[in-house]
């Protein structure tokens, strides 16, 4: 959650800037990927939090496409979001591509904890 506020304040600036070239518009998409991933991200953890520990097999299968939809958001944001960190300039790239690593690490972590359920 506390990613979400410079992942704001820098879609907002560049929303500003998307229109000067091609690196700016990269780095608009990147924090609009970024913003979607965290609230991808949150969305998921309140999931797993409301789900608590459970067997996958007790689990029902609207609740498992929830899951797996907010996951495959997580992911897909966190990619386009260090693809455009790779290629956009300045401090956009070295936040865009933290933020993506962060937040796969923390996607790693929180499904390496459910393998014991």
Same mark, same amino acid.
């Given at each position: 959650?506390?990613?979400?506020?410079?992942?704001?304040?820098?879609?907002?600036?560049?929303?500003?800037?998307?229109?000067?070239?091609?690196?700016?518009?990269?780095?608009?998409?990147?924090?609009?990927?970024?913003?979607?991933?965290?609230?991808?991200?949150?969305?998921?953890?309140?999931?797993?939090?409301?789900?608590?520990?459970?067997?996958?097999? $007790? #689990?029902?299968?609207?609740?498992?496409? &929830?899951?797996?939809? /907010?996951?495959?958001?997580? !992911? +897909?944001?966190? %990619?386009?979001?260090?693809?455009?960190?790779?290629? $956009? #300039?300045?401090?956009?790239?070295?936040? &865009?591509?933290?933020? /993506?690593?962060?937040?796969? !690490? +923390?996607?790693? %972590?929180?499904?390496?904890?459910?393998?014991?359920?």
């Amino acid at each position: 959650m506390l990613l979400a506020v410079p992942a704001l304040i820098g879609w907002r600036r560049g929303a500003r800037d998307r229109h000067l070239d091609r690196r700016h518009f990269i780095s608009f998409v990147g924090f609009t990927a970024a913003l979607v991933a965290i609230t991808a991200a949150v969305a998921h953890e309140g999931m797993d939090i409301r789900q608590g520990v459970q067997s996958y097999y $007790s #689990t029902s299968s609207a609740w498992k496409a &929830l899951l797996a939809i /907010s996951g495959l958001s997580e !992911f +897909l944001g966190c %990619i386009l979001a260090f693809g455009a960190g790779l290629l $956009s #300039t300045g401090r956009r790239r070295l936040f &865009l591509t933290g933020v /993506s690593v962060i937040l796969l !690490f +923390l996607l790693f %972590i929180t499904e390496l904890g459910k393998l014991g359920t």
